[in-house]
């Protein structure tokens, strides 16, 4: 078996960083097929001399690849794919015309029941921490993430950048969710709360100035915190914020529940990832609700059962191993096969 990746295209003149242009792909089909079994190339490198057979194409988009661009390839199945923040498709400069025939997938960071048919949506492989990895294998050990009598002494908990793309309506106001769900619990004095804002220059200064009076204790001194004090906090916590930043999904789901919290989500229960999270033991907060309720009910379903956390890390791990992709866990190569090569 054997894989071609063509990197995206620019979008509105921004470039992707490199994980986004393939090199996430890439990393997961070399973990299970070796490195010689993928390609990763820009398109100006595909105008070069060179000719390709793969049995499996996969096209960042945008891309300005042309007909006589791809006879230079013999394909099995030609696959579309993105890593952009954004809900279905921005074709860019792309030539629809051409390639969404062709086209036998698209992948995108994750999936939504309600994008349609327009095409057979699958999951892509996200970016893997060795971060997580080193912090999950030190804290199994000393049993400080499964233990169910181990003490956490803190409600909830979040650490982030509050300015991102995601906002909802509540009320007759259009809010950044990451800003109001914290807004609620500064407010209703309820919960014991850990981490906060991190923002750097002159745009934190100036969004904190105009912050309300709840939120401005919530922006730390610190322009960022190392990985290791972000999963210490969600370690000691009952249950961990993971509202969207710039799309619906985001690492801190996984990240979670790797440390033992209960993930309070924006509705994550028509949406897909390539590791499907656990959506039974996650709270899922509606478009526009209010996120004191679900903290209430994260809660009360953590001391209805205990062992909820472990659960939900053991579904991680049936896919993962400490948070990395592992060669013999199969069933998630299974699970990415049987996206490209069904239907």
């Known amino acids: 078996m054997n894989f071609l990746i063509v990197e995206p295209c620019e979008l509105d003149g921004k470039k992707s960083g490199r994980g986004a242009r393939g090199k996430n792909l890439k990393l997961f089909l070399d973990a299970y097929f070796g490195r010689k079994s993928t390609s990763l190339i820009s398109l100006k490198e595909l105008h070069g001399s060179n000719s390709y057979c793969v049995d499996h194409l996969f096209i960042g988009i945008p891309s300005t690849i042309s007909k006589n661009d791809l006879k230079r ?9 993105d890593y952009g923040d954004h809900e279905k498709v921005i074709w860019g400069q792309s030539d629809k015309d051409l390639l969404w025939p062709l086209a036998h997938s698209y992948l995108k960071s994750w999936t ?9 949506w699958g999951a892509l492989p996200i970016r893997r921490s060795k971060s ?6 030190a804290n199994n050990l000393l049993n400080r993430i499964r233990d169910p009598a181990r003490n956490r002494p803190v409600d909830t908990t979040f ?15 259009s809010k950044y969710t990451r800003v109001h769900w914290l807004d609620e619990i500064s407010a209703s004095g309820q919960y014991t709360f850990s981490g906060g804002f991190f923002m750097r220059g002159r745009d934190a200064e ?4 105009n912050a309300s009076e709840n939120l401005k204790p919530l922006f730390l001194q610190k322009g960022r915190m190392n990985f290791l004090s972000y999963f210490n906090l969600m370690l000691n916590s009952k249950t961990a914020l993971a509202p969207p930043g710039n799309a619906l999904w985001s690492y801190r789901h996984y990240e979670s ?30 478009r526009g609700e209010s996120v004191l309720p679900h903290v209430d009910q994260a809660l009360k379903a953590r001391k209805d059962d205990p062992w909820l956390p472990s659960k939900n890390l053991e579904s991680l791990e ?3 191993t400490n948070g990395l992709y592992d060669r013999k866990k199969s069933l998630l190569l299974e699970r990415f096969m049987k996206q490209i090569e069904e239907g």
Do not use: Q
Request: proline content about 5%.
């Open 206 to 209: 100036t969004f904190r100035f």
């Open 318 to 320: 049936k896919y993962l």
């Open 112 to 120: 939504d029941e309600d994008w349609g048919d327009e095409f057979n």
């Open 73 to 81: 390839i013999s394909f099995g199945r030609l696959h579309l794919f």
């Open 159 to 173: 650490l982030g950048n509050p300015v991102v793309g995601w906002k909802e309506v509540y009320g007759n106001k």
């Open 257 to 286: 529940i790797y440390a033992g919290a209960i993930p309070i989500s924006a509705d994550f229960r028509r949406a897909g990832m390539l590791v499907p999270l656990p959506k039974e033991g996650m709270i899922h907060v509606g």
């Open 132 to 137: 997580l990895y080193l912090c999950v294998k």
